[in-house]
């Protein structure tokens, strides 16, 4: 059931709460919130700004579906950003490795990414499944595990290249390049846009329409009642970690394979972490994440706009948290409103409007 | 003992929740040093009623006084400081912690945490039978003893008057005696209790008077010793009182289930949940499974179904228009496959989805089967569709089936289970307490759906703690004791107190 008041309310009320918690913040530090935001705003209009935010939104929104994935069956899988530079580095050593034709190289290069990815989210998987270890604490170990992989493996002894004095990955040729879509003077779209629609759906489709999402969703809400109705809740979290793994694999890949083609030391970070505050925002929702995805690159590169104008940067950041905490606690409210309206309405079904006896059915 | 002044008196007091009348005009009244018991179906109201006796809710109307004054209860805290405790069916108690540490905790102003204390504990651990060391973990202890600890916390922050929850809920006959040794002797020292039950058996036993509590109101208080258990009974659900007779005998010589030398280790220990468990349900017979809870009765239901796995012998399941075929390595999906239908004894844990709506729970468990899915694809139409068939059919009170099955009272839950179990068009239905907490009009039609399906060669294995119901429903009834299948009873000729007796293992050579 769409209920659109449930869903639209809780994250417009946040985002106007969040505005008056940093125009607050704005008038403490001394600036008016009213030009830092007419700032941002306009920030957007400039040069290739609103391109290359809708291409970090890509990104932001494959960390989201991965975050997002592991959400609906009660993992959280903050490990998206390791599982993510893990792939990175294997999918650009590989990639720049293989001679294949153009369409096979790319396809090669993104199975190699997501089979990385689950990879690396297979010890937690394991770890959780037979022994009960919580996913939290082995993902942020291998999140930090993972910088020295990284570094290890882009040594110029190992598989790395010098260029000045940055090391990075053997460059991928362009048969395993995707191709950006120009836009003239606003810039070049990422292709991989196209990618990361058509998982997007597929991930609606899968929660949706097929067995297995049903059993995911039924094992992520009770465990009890899904083994009851004969859904493994071991076989669900296993399924549901490594499909979240496969996932995050693919996050550096717009940039990989559509900007960068190498995989250098100093390649951004913390796009995982973002991707568990979009699939947040978002509310696992693929059209939810992708709004999330798109106000949080917003807000991301508004911050460089602000300093121009000499207000701290911080301040999206502000927004950004206050965001993710208040439409948090708007969908509980929202969420206990609507089931109460519910209630009453079960509750004045099929009684002409007369208040349930006990005996008839009530709840006590 | 009615000489006695009222120590607490509930008047007129009326609850209302969303679409519910939970109390309705309550009224209550309590005399110093006696135990009162509250007597009530489940879902009768009895649980909101000492929820606002311990300040847990506010009536909407009506007024709570104590020791003659009127009081107005907030919170438990209030509830305290007026003299009235409440232990919990459900413990609240941190394993973790000592029983001192437990009693201790949050009343470390009333007698500081020295010597004083341990005195005050001492003492009161000798007046409610607690014996043992006080820095022993509550993880360690019993649930007879973690009872008299929640006992003893309730007497430490000054409680005179003492509510206790269904106590008898989670102990086995032996446990019950002592409680009720137990309460006799505080009572001779002042104590006034509320006993929530409804075991009539129990009530009889120890209360000095009783009130009965039906469909949210009070219908009277009698003294327990003029009434019989029939009497009560009789109050407790009113003169409408379904029967749950089976009238012809449908049983075939077709067996359906047979469970052989069935044998289940507990996960932590070699100690046996059940054992050496052998039973035979033919197509159109119900076999009743008596026993008190906690017999293994949950396990043997959770073995057959593959939810737990058997430590040794044999479960077969003969599917529609085949042989008896060996289950026992299957998993939950291919027994229900198979052609098993399964009524869980908690709905809420086992049977729905609570946050999804009625028609995605229609889905669960036939998440592989026509019409709501094809095996890979689910079909969100025909679930619709279905659920709506399966709402009309068992009279599910719903305005319509995106509704969250949360929303839904229990009552109408359990007729969505039993609709959806039953339209799977099943061999072999596994019904565990299939009646436990709806109303009387729910248990009238899951009674009939259930005769219907057994007159159409069904098998039913049906657990329950309700006898009348085991007896009335049943072909053979099986009563199991610790793990075991130890007597059958025939349930034309077997009486509730044979059964009981039986039950508790008196009379095992019995029936």
Known sequence: ?364 | MTESEPVVELTGITKRFPGVVANSDVHLTVHAGEVHAVCGENGAGKSTLMKILYGMQQPDEGTVSVGGEIVELRNPQDAIKAGIGMVHQHFMLADNLTVRENVLLGAEGLHGMGRKARARLTALAEQTGLHVDADTLVENLGVADRQRVEIVKVLYRGARIVILDEPTAVLVPQEVDALFETVRSMQTEGYTFLFISHKLDEVRAIADEVTIIRRGTTVGTVDPTTVTSHELAEMMVGSELPSPETRESTVTDRAVLRVRELRLDAEDSGRALLDDVSLTVRAGEILGIAGVEGNGQTELVETIMGMRRASAGTVELASAGSELRDITRLGTLARREAGIGYIAEDRHRHGLLLRQPLWSNRILGYQTRRPVSNGRLINRGAARRDTERVVAEYDVRTPGVEVLAGALSGGNQQKLIVGRELSGEPVLLIAAHPTRGVDVGAQALIWEQMRAARHDGLAVLLVSADLDELIGLSDTIRVMLRGRLVSEADPATVTPTELGSAMTGAGEEAA
């Open chain 1, 1 to 364: 059931m769409i209920n659109w008041r449930t869903a639209l309310l809780p994250p417009a009320l946040a985002i106007v709460f969040a505005m008056l918690l940093s125009s607050v913040a704005l008038l403490i530090s001394g600036a008016s919130p009213l030009e830092a935001f007419a700032t941002m705003g306009a920030q957007l209009f400039e040069g290739n700004t609103a391109v290359s935010t809708v291409n970090l939104g890509i990104v932001y929104y494959l960390a989201g579906l991965a975050a997002a994935i592991g959400f609906q069956m009660n993992v959280f899988n903050i490990g998206v950003e390791g599982q993510y530079r893990f792939a990175a580095v294997v999918a650009a050593i590989v990639g720049g490795w293989m001679q294949l034709p153009p369409v096979l190289h790319v396809i090669a290069i993104l199975l190699v990414a997501m089979f990385s990815g689950a990879l690396y989210a297979l010890l937690p998987a394991l770890l959780k499944v037979y022994r009960g270890v919580s996913e939290v604490i082995t993902t942020i170990m291998l999140n930090s595990i993972v910088f020295g992989i990284v570094a290890f493996l882009i040594n110029p002894e190992q598989f790395g290249v010098l260029h000045g004095n940055n090391l990075s990955t053997v460059e991928i040729a362009p048969s395993g390049r995707i191709p950006g879509i120009p836009l003239g003077e606003a810039g070049t779209l990422f292709g991989f846009v196209v990618i990361a629609g058509a998982l997007g759906y597929g991930y609606w489709f899968m929660l949706n329409r097929t067995r297995f999402g049903f059993e995911l969703k039924a094992s992520g809400e009770s465990k009890t009642a899904a083994a009851a109705g004969g859904v493994s809740a071991r076989k669900m979290t296993l399924a549901a970690m490594l499909l979240s793994g496969a996932v995050a694999g693919l996050v550096a890949m717009p940039e990989l394979l559509g900007r960068d083609y190498v995989y250098a030391m100093t390649a951004t970070q913390g796009y995982g972490f973002t991707g568990l505050a979009v699939a947040l925002l978002g509310r696992n929702h693929p059209a939810g994440i992708a709004f999330g995805a798109l106000l949080w690159a917003f807000l991301d590169r508004s911050a460089v706009s602000l300093e121009s104008i000499g207000i701290p940067s911080e301040i999206a950041t502000i927004m950004q948290g206050t965001i993710v905490l208040s439409v948090v606690v708007a969908y509980e409210i929202v969420r206990r409103a609507d089931l109460a309206a519910e209630q009453r309405r079960v509750g004045r079904a099929g009684r002409n409007g007369q208040p349930a006896n006990v005996a008839e059915g009530g709840a006590v």
